[in-house]
């Protein structure tokens, strides 16, 4: 079972390791959060020279983990994939090997932004397919809320549909002060 969370990784250090599609989509997605990424990889595909990030063109090595807040491994080699899991277990370091669940210690979930709303939908890393198919029912009222509302608003159940509906201002402080306490 997994324990769902958002990840603060603006400005700290994170690894992919892999230099091909699956790894640029990681990289890609690590770099609009703010990380400061490094990619490890013999080869990369010539879509990595847009994409700024630091590439060291070489196989990876244990010692790569170190210093990092998290490591995605989306290589095609299993044995890379155990060594970096492996490094980063040894170092507590949160790791996601691609399509490998075996060997993560977090799932990244399927994603969908609209402004400041985000919707995460996962099935626990059994069914990534299955993921991205709920992720599409996602109500369009929701995303076509504007940035002023989208603080203000909550998806509810109504027992026949998924609703939309807005907080007032007393609402929200209740809700902020149950959340911390």
Known sequence: MYYPLMLKVKGEACLVVGGGAIALQKARALRRAGADVTVVSPRFTPAWARLRVRR???????????????????????????????????????????DVPELCSFIVPSI????????????????????????????????????????LSVLEWTGEHWGLSLLNHRELECSQESASA
Not at 58 to 84: E, K, Q, S, Y
Not at 117 to 131: D, E, H, M, R
């Open 56 to 98: 060291l063109r070489r196989r990876f090595r244990a010692g790569d983990v170190a210093g990092c807040v998290l490591v995605i491994a989306a290589t095609d080699d299993p044995g890379v994939n155990r060594a970096v899991a492996a490094a980063c277990r040894k170092r507590s370091i949160p790791v996601n090997v691609v």
């Open 112 to 151: 969908l932004r609209r402004g400041p709303v985000v919707i995460a939908v996962s099935t626990g890393g059994q069914s990534p397919s299955l993921a991205k198919a709920l992720r599409s029912l996602a109500p369009s009222r929701l995303l076509a809320l504007g940035q002023d509302y989208a603080a």
